[in-house]
Protein backbone atom coordinates (compact mmCIF):
# COMPACT_ATOMS: atom_id res chain seq x y z
CA UNK A 1 0.00 0.00 0.00
CA UNK A 2 1.25 3.39 -0.68
CA UNK A 3 1.62 6.22 2.35
CA UNK A 4 2.92 9.63 2.45
CA UNK A 5 4.86 11.61 5.22
CA UNK A 6 4.91 15.10 6.24
CA UNK A 7 6.98 15.58 8.93
CA UNK A 8 6.48 18.77 9.38
CA UNK A 9 2.89 20.17 10.34
CA UNK A 10 2.93 24.02 10.96
CA UNK A 11 6.15 26.48 9.85
CA UNK A 12 6.96 29.36 10.76
CA UNK A 13 9.34 31.28 8.46
CA UNK A 14 10.11 35.57 8.08
CA UNK A 15 9.69 36.72 4.08
CA UNK A 16 13.01 36.12 2.82
CA UNK A 17 13.51 32.92 4.24
CA UNK A 18 14.28 29.87 2.90
CA UNK A 19 12.27 26.92 2.64
CA UNK A 20 12.15 23.07 2.68
CA UNK A 21 9.20 20.77 3.04
CA UNK A 22 10.06 17.79 3.75
CA UNK A 23 7.86 14.19 2.17
CA UNK A 24 9.14 11.36 2.73
CA UNK A 25 6.45 8.32 0.32
CA UNK A 26 6.39 4.54 0.54
CA UNK A 27 5.60 2.58 -2.88
CA UNK A 28 6.69 -0.48 -4.86
CA UNK A 29 6.73 0.16 -8.39
CA UNK A 30 6.77 3.67 -10.06
CA UNK A 31 5.35 6.36 -8.73
CA UNK A 32 4.17 9.76 -9.64
CA UNK A 33 4.82 12.47 -6.91
CA UNK A 34 2.94 15.50 -6.28
CA UNK A 35 2.87 18.65 -4.37
CA UNK A 36 -0.83 21.06 -3.91
CA UNK A 37 -0.91 23.80 -2.23
CA UNK A 38 -4.35 25.62 -1.07
CA UNK A 39 -4.14 28.82 -0.03
CA UNK A 40 -7.02 30.34 2.99
CA UNK A 41 -10.49 30.16 1.36
CA UNK A 42 -9.34 28.86 -1.79
CA UNK A 43 -9.54 24.75 -3.70
CA UNK A 44 -6.22 22.82 -3.98
CA UNK A 45 -3.95 23.24 -6.81
CA UNK A 46 -1.57 21.72 -8.09
CA UNK A 47 2.01 23.23 -7.45
CA UNK A 48 4.43 20.70 -9.45
CA UNK A 49 4.63 17.27 -10.53
CA UNK A 50 7.40 14.18 -11.31
CA UNK A 51 6.06 11.83 -13.59
CA UNK A 52 9.95 10.35 -14.81
CA UNK A 53 13.22 12.86 -16.48
CA UNK A 54 15.15 15.12 -14.37
CA UNK A 55 14.50 14.48 -11.26
CA UNK A 56 14.66 17.79 -10.43
CA UNK A 57 11.33 19.47 -11.16
CA UNK A 58 10.44 23.25 -11.32
CA UNK A 59 6.68 24.33 -10.74
CA UNK A 60 4.64 27.64 -9.95
CA UNK A 61 5.73 30.82 -8.24
CA UNK A 62 9.49 29.82 -7.59
CA UNK A 63 9.11 26.41 -6.33
CA UNK A 64 10.61 23.33 -6.94
CA UNK A 65 11.16 20.12 -5.63
CA UNK A 66 13.97 16.99 -5.87
CA UNK A 67 12.82 13.40 -6.48
CA UNK A 68 15.14 11.48 -4.43
CA UNK A 69 14.72 7.29 -5.57
CA UNK A 70 16.82 6.22 -2.93
CA UNK A 71 15.67 8.20 -0.01
CA UNK A 72 11.76 7.79 -1.34
CA UNK A 73 11.90 11.53 -0.98
CA UNK A 74 10.38 14.26 -2.50
CA UNK A 75 10.82 17.77 -0.81
CA UNK A 76 9.82 20.86 -1.67
CA UNK A 77 11.98 24.12 -1.57
CA UNK A 78 11.68 27.71 -2.15
CA UNK A 79 14.64 29.76 -2.05
CA UNK A 80 12.70 33.05 -0.70
CA UNK A 81 9.46 32.85 0.53
CA UNK A 82 6.53 35.63 0.58
CA UNK A 83 3.84 36.68 2.47
CA UNK A 84 1.44 35.70 -0.29
CA UNK A 85 3.09 31.66 0.33
CA UNK A 86 1.23 31.35 3.25
CA UNK A 87 -1.09 27.90 2.68
CA UNK A 88 -1.43 24.34 3.52
CA UNK A 89 0.78 22.74 1.35
CA UNK A 90 0.32 18.49 0.79
CA UNK A 91 2.74 15.93 -0.72
CA UNK A 92 0.93 13.09 -3.01
CA UNK A 93 1.74 9.90 -4.35
CA UNK A 94 0.33 7.81 -6.57
CA UNK A 95 1.36 4.46 -9.05
CA UNK A 96 -0.27 3.67 -12.63
CA UNK A 97 -3.81 3.33 -12.33
CA UNK A 98 -3.86 3.34 -8.48
CA UNK A 99 -5.67 6.36 -5.99
CA UNK A 100 -3.52 9.40 -5.04
CA UNK A 101 -3.15 9.57 -1.66
CA UNK A 102 -1.96 12.44 0.33
CA UNK A 103 0.37 13.69 3.36
CA UNK A 104 -1.21 15.30 6.01
CA UNK A 105 -0.62 18.28 4.74
CA UNK A 106 1.80 21.43 6.20
CA UNK A 107 0.56 24.59 7.36
CA UNK A 108 3.12 26.85 6.48
CA UNK A 109 3.26 30.51 7.93
CA UNK A 110 5.31 33.73 6.60
CA UNK A 111 5.76 36.68 8.59
CA UNK A 112 5.79 39.90 7.05
CA UNK B 1 -12.58 25.31 -20.02
CA UNK B 2 -14.61 25.14 -16.81
CA UNK B 3 -13.31 23.27 -13.88
CA UNK B 4 -14.49 20.97 -11.59
CA UNK B 5 -17.83 21.75 -10.24
CA UNK B 6 -19.47 20.94 -7.11
CA UNK B 7 -22.77 20.66 -5.48
CA UNK B 8 -24.17 22.07 -3.04
CA UNK B 9 -20.98 24.15 -1.66
CA UNK B 10 -22.41 24.07 2.02
CA UNK B 11 -25.13 21.99 3.41
CA UNK B 12 -26.21 21.03 7.27
CA UNK B 13 -27.77 17.80 8.51
CA UNK B 14 -28.55 16.42 11.53
CA UNK B 15 -27.29 13.02 12.75
CA UNK B 16 -29.38 9.94 11.16
CA UNK B 17 -29.87 11.91 7.32
CA UNK B 18 -28.46 11.16 4.44
CA UNK B 19 -26.90 13.27 2.07
CA UNK B 20 -26.11 13.44 -2.14
CA UNK B 21 -23.31 15.35 -3.46
CA UNK B 22 -22.49 16.37 -6.69
CA UNK B 23 -19.26 16.63 -9.23
CA UNK B 24 -19.29 17.49 -12.60
CA UNK B 25 -15.57 16.95 -14.09
CA UNK B 26 -13.42 18.80 -16.82
CA UNK B 27 -14.83 17.79 -20.25
CA UNK B 28 -12.83 15.26 -21.53
CA UNK B 29 -11.60 14.18 -17.79
CA UNK B 30 -13.14 10.37 -17.28
CA UNK B 31 -11.73 9.61 -13.88
CA UNK B 32 -13.69 11.31 -10.84
CA UNK B 33 -12.27 11.07 -7.20
CA UNK B 34 -13.34 12.15 -3.57
CA UNK B 35 -11.62 13.25 -0.87
CA UNK B 36 -12.31 13.89 3.16
CA UNK B 37 -10.92 16.64 4.12
CA UNK B 38 -10.58 17.44 8.04
CA UNK B 39 -7.99 19.48 9.86
CA UNK B 40 -5.01 17.53 11.23
CA UNK B 41 -6.15 14.44 8.75
CA UNK B 42 -5.57 15.72 5.61
CA UNK B 43 -7.25 14.35 2.70
CA UNK B 44 -8.86 11.01 3.22
CA UNK B 45 -9.53 8.82 -0.10
CA UNK B 46 -13.06 7.67 0.00
CA UNK B 47 -13.17 6.55 -3.54
CA UNK B 48 -12.51 6.68 -7.41
CA UNK B 49 -14.96 6.08 -10.67
CA UNK B 50 -13.26 5.43 -13.78
CA UNK B 51 -15.80 5.18 -17.15
CA UNK B 52 -19.64 4.40 -14.71
CA UNK B 53 -16.82 1.89 -12.49
CA UNK B 54 -15.56 1.95 -9.31
CA UNK B 55 -11.72 1.44 -9.53
CA UNK B 56 -10.06 2.27 -6.17
CA UNK B 57 -11.63 2.73 -3.08
CA UNK B 58 -10.85 3.85 0.59
CA UNK B 59 -11.14 2.81 4.39
CA UNK B 60 -14.75 3.88 4.87
CA UNK B 61 -17.46 2.48 5.59
CA UNK B 62 -20.20 1.29 3.77
CA UNK B 63 -22.72 4.11 4.82
CA UNK B 64 -20.26 5.80 1.67
CA UNK B 65 -21.31 5.48 -1.56
CA UNK B 66 -20.44 6.77 -5.11
CA UNK B 67 -21.16 6.25 -8.34
CA UNK B 68 -20.72 7.52 -12.14
CA UNK B 69 -22.48 8.52 -15.01
CA UNK B 70 -22.17 7.72 -18.73
CA UNK B 71 -21.27 11.49 -19.11
CA UNK B 72 -18.34 11.54 -16.11
CA UNK B 73 -20.81 13.75 -13.90
CA UNK B 74 -20.80 11.56 -10.30
CA UNK B 75 -22.32 11.46 -6.88
CA UNK B 76 -21.34 10.28 -3.26
CA UNK B 77 -24.04 9.24 -0.93
CA UNK B 78 -23.34 8.94 2.97
CA UNK B 79 -26.38 7.59 4.67
CA UNK B 80 -27.44 7.56 8.25
CA UNK B 81 -25.13 10.68 9.18
CA UNK B 82 -23.03 10.72 12.21
CA UNK B 83 -21.15 13.81 13.79
CA UNK B 84 -18.04 12.88 12.49
CA UNK B 85 -19.05 12.91 9.17
CA UNK B 86 -18.60 16.78 8.89
CA UNK B 87 -15.82 17.67 6.48
CA UNK B 88 -15.47 18.99 3.51
CA UNK B 89 -15.95 17.22 1.26
CA UNK B 90 -13.77 17.04 -2.28
CA UNK B 91 -13.81 15.88 -5.46
CA UNK B 92 -10.75 15.60 -8.44
CA UNK B 93 -11.36 14.72 -12.25
CA UNK B 94 -8.04 13.95 -13.72
CA UNK B 95 -7.32 12.45 -17.21
CA UNK B 96 -5.92 8.66 -17.83
CA UNK B 97 -3.15 8.37 -20.02
CA UNK B 98 -2.20 5.25 -22.56
CA UNK B 99 0.77 3.42 -20.75
CA UNK B 100 -1.02 3.52 -17.26
CA UNK B 101 0.19 6.90 -16.15
CA UNK B 102 -2.69 9.04 -14.82
CA UNK B 103 -2.18 13.17 -14.60
CA UNK B 104 -2.68 15.04 -11.75
CA UNK B 105 -5.96 15.55 -10.06
CA UNK B 106 -8.02 18.92 -10.83
CA UNK B 107 -10.15 19.83 -7.58
CA UNK B 108 -13.42 21.10 -7.10
CA UNK B 109 -14.08 24.18 -4.36
CA UNK B 110 -15.20 21.41 -2.10
CA UNK B 111 -19.48 20.59 -0.27
CA UNK B 112 -18.70 21.77 3.15
CA UNK B 113 -21.13 19.57 5.35
CA UNK B 114 -21.76 20.52 8.60
CA UNK B 115 -24.08 17.43 10.73
CA UNK B 116 -25.45 18.47 14.15
Known amino acids: AQSVSQHNHHVILSEAASLELGCNYSYGGTVNLFWYVQYPGQHLQLLLK??????LVKGIKGFEAEFIKSKFSFNLRKPSVQWSDTAEYFC??????????FGTGTKLQVIP | KAGVTQTPRYLIKTRGQQVTLSCSPI?????VSWYQQTPGQGLQFLFE???????NKGNFPGRFSGRQFSNSRSEMNVSTLELGDSALYLC???????????????FGEGSRLTVL
Open chain 1, 92 to 101: AVSGGYQKVT
Open chain 2, 92 to 106: ASRVTRTGGNTGELF
Open chain 1, 50 to 55: YFSGDP
Open chain 2, 49 to 55: YFSETQR
Open chain 2, 27 to 31: SGHRS
